[in-house]
């Protein structure tokens, strides 16, 4: 079954129910990242803003970071992995990273597959990352693993490249290997300006986050402490 392939996309499911954990808005270690120096235009004040550095002969740092990235094999469900780079021949990528083993990740799955079918036409592959084998994560996702491409990272070989240190996280990744935006833990603002980063670099409609039926915020978990 190709993943990629427009035409040959799953009509959508219906809506999941979520149970909003009952948290305060307020987050400690949450964070947002977007990469300067690209067509971003967010309104959101962000935080820990990344500038690329640019060594003395006029070559920049992130480029070897891009070649790293561009280098991680991605191994979906069903087929043959393949290096990251391979996956951005046609699309960007929108991704959504998730521990099954953690309540964080399932709080938020509802509002995930929300976002990622929004963007569903653009152009960008919307996909989920689990840290965890194929069964592991076919038991978390449930219908959602054959409803959209997915990618197991039982190591977090994946999610510590693309540099995340929490999770769920959504990321935007282009076509260039660059991570263009990044948003940790659950903040509807912060996950509203990587879904803005997206809709604004693929002509697309903006997604409404959050909604009514969406969680409170919370931070999400390290994934060094994860077992």
């Given amino acids: 079954m190709p993943f990629d392939d427009p035409a040959a996309r799953p009509d959508h499911l219906g809506g999941i129910q979520t149970q909003p954990p009952q948290r ?16 971003c235009h967010i309104s959101q004040s962000l935080d820990r803003v990344h500038l690329e550095q640019v060594t003395a002969d006029g070559l920049s740092s992130h480029a070897v970071a891009v070649t790293a990235l561009l280098e991680l094999v991605l191994a979906p469900l069903d087929g043959d992995p393949r290096p990251l780079g391979d996956w951005l021949t046609t699309f960007h990528l929108a991704t959504v990273a998730l521990d099954p083993y953690t309540n964080e990740s399932s709080w938020i799955l509802g509002t995930a597959k929300r976002i990622l079918d929004d963007f569903r036409g653009a152009d960008v592959r919307v996909n989920f990352l689990v840290t965890a ?7 978390f996702l ?35 290997g ?17 879904a803005e980063s997206i809709a604004e670099v693929t002509a697309w409609t903006k997604p409404v986050i959050p909604t009514a039926t969406d969680p409170l915020a919370f931070a999400g978990t390290a994934i060094d402490s994860l077992p």
């Fill in 133 to 139: 084998d194929a069964e592991g994560a076919r038991s």
């Fill in 142 to 176: 449930g219908p959602l693993a054959d409803e959209f491409l997915v990618f197991v990272d039982p190591d977090r070989t994946v999610v510590k490249g693309l540099g995340l240190t929490m999770l769920p996280a959504f990321v935007f990744v282009r076509l260039d």
């Fill in 24 to 39: 305060s808005s307020r987050l400690g270690d949450h964070r947002t990242i977007v990469i300067a120096g690209r067509a």
């Fill in 178 to 194: 660059t991570v263009h935006a990044a948003a940790e833990g659950w903040n509807p603002i912060e996950w509203r300006a990587v």
